[in-house]
């Protein structure tokens, strides 16, 4: 063994069998303090056992919020930290013969452990690491949750959930590495996320309307504000162009920088693209069919899995799990840099020049599609 984890901390759940068990037995082995989180008491209590000091076992709930929490406090507390947060807890849904006789009895279990567990032990972990300087979070998924198939649809569907929520974690968490925790959070986002069941749900959780009013408020508030200038324009940019900055000329983040005197910190991201093929932003389509009024200036076609061709989301294909990577950029000072009375495009300019540079170096590093 190389001793390669000595010094780490770590946290397995569903670490009293299978892969969790394995990943335990390594870990220890390589130098780390385990924390092992099940509900498997016995097999559990017999892993740390037969792992020595360095290993111990909680009886943990990972669907459970308070559960979850002190389970972070345990390792920070009593192993002086948490490097490493594994969440790798599953429980497989029952096999049916047909999905149109399934009476969904065991979805909200299977979406709790399965994704909710992970969410949790990711939000919990990233509160931790975000004050100490960083961690590894790792997000256990499947086979099932890239490979369409019948028979365990809930289950499959829980496990490409978990993907996608990593991939948005990611991005979200990326600030915290140079501005710690403590300061909010706010995610400017487009008035349609606000249709639906979550519509109640995404302010407790830092998403607001992206006006300039709001941002405003929010870094008045010593906030951070996560600005997507480019907003759907630049997220569903074609494959062909998938590396390519693109705000559509929208320079209000600009605007409100200035207004609220506060740098321009830029961050770009690489992988997210080739989760699908897309075609077309279909701005012609979208005008064709007035949803403009909608602020819809956009309707996106892309070809995915496992149904093939979608408009905008319908039907919603699941994207492949792509090695996303994300690069925080140096911060732009805009009044040091170009004085009291800033030319809106100019800063404009070099923001999107700063971050195509960035990009294009990402994109030369990266070796094959998907997996990176």
């Known amino acids: ?35 092992i989180a099940d509900l498997d008491a016995e097999q559990g209590t017999e892993l740390a056992k037969s792992c020595g000091a360095n290993a111990r076992f909680e009886r ?8 979850m929490g002190a389970l972070v406090s345990t390792a920070v507390n009593e192993f002086g930290g948490l490097d490493i947060m594994v969440n790798n807890a599953g429980i497989p849904s029952r096999m049916q013969k047909s999905f149109l006789h399934d009476d969904l009895a065991d979805f909200h279990r299977v979406m709790s ?6 969410m949790l032990g990711t939000r919990e972990a ?20 890239i490979q369409a198939g019948g028979g365990v649809m809930t289950y499959r569907a829980s496990k490409a959930a978990v993907l996608y ?45 992206a006006t300039r009013d709001n941002a405003a408020n ?18 569903y940019r074609p494959t062909s162009a ?35 093929l897309f075609l077309t932003r279909g701005t012609g389509l979208a005008k064709r069919l007035g949803l403009k009024r909608l602020r819809m200036e956009i309707l996106p076609i892309s070809v995915g ?40 495009d100019e800063v404009d300019n070099h923001v999107r020049a700063v971050m195509q540079a960035a990009l294009d170096q990402l994109a030369s590093e990266r070796r094959f599609p998907v997996l990176g």
């Not at 943990?60 to 559960?67: F, G, K, L, N, Y």
């Not at 452990?113 to 992970?118: A, E, I, M, P």
């Open 242 to 276: 998938e590396n390519v900055i693109d705000f559509n000329g929208r320079t209000g983040y600009v605007r409100t920088a200035i207004a609220a005197r506060v740098p321009i910190v830029p961050a770009v991201s690489i992988g997210a693209q080739e989760g699908q």
């Open 305 to 344: 899995f496992p149904f093939g061709l979608s408009v905008l989301i319908f039907p919603p294909n699941l994207p492949l799990p792509t090695k996303v990577v994300t690069q925080v950029l140096e911060p732009i000072d805009v009044a040091a840099r170009y004085g009291d009375d800033p030319d809106v």
């Open 1 to 35: 063994m190389t001793n390669e984890l000595a010094g780490k901390v770590a946290i397995v759940t569903g670490g009293a069998s299978g892969l969790g068990y394995a990943t335990v037995e390594k870990f220890v082995a390589e130098g780390a303090r385990v924390l």
């Open 165 to 209: 929520f990593t991939k948005c974690a990611a991005i979200e968490l990326a600030p915290y590495d140079e501005f710690g925790y403590d300061r909010p959070l706010y995610t400017l986002a487009h008035d349609q996320v606000y249709i639906g069941p979550f519509a109640d749900w995404l302010p407790r959780a830092g998403v607001i309307p």
């Open 60 to 67: 943990v709930d990972v669907s459970d919020a308070e559960q």
């Open 218 to 235: 929010a870094l008045r508030s010593n906030g951070i504000v996560l600005v997507f200038p480019g907003g759907d324009f630049d997220s």
């Open 126 to 145: 990233g509160k931790h690491m975000s004050t100490q300087g960083g961690g590894s979070i790792v997000n256990v998924s499947s086979i099932g949750g």
């Open 113 to 118: 452990v399965n994704l909710l567990g992970v």
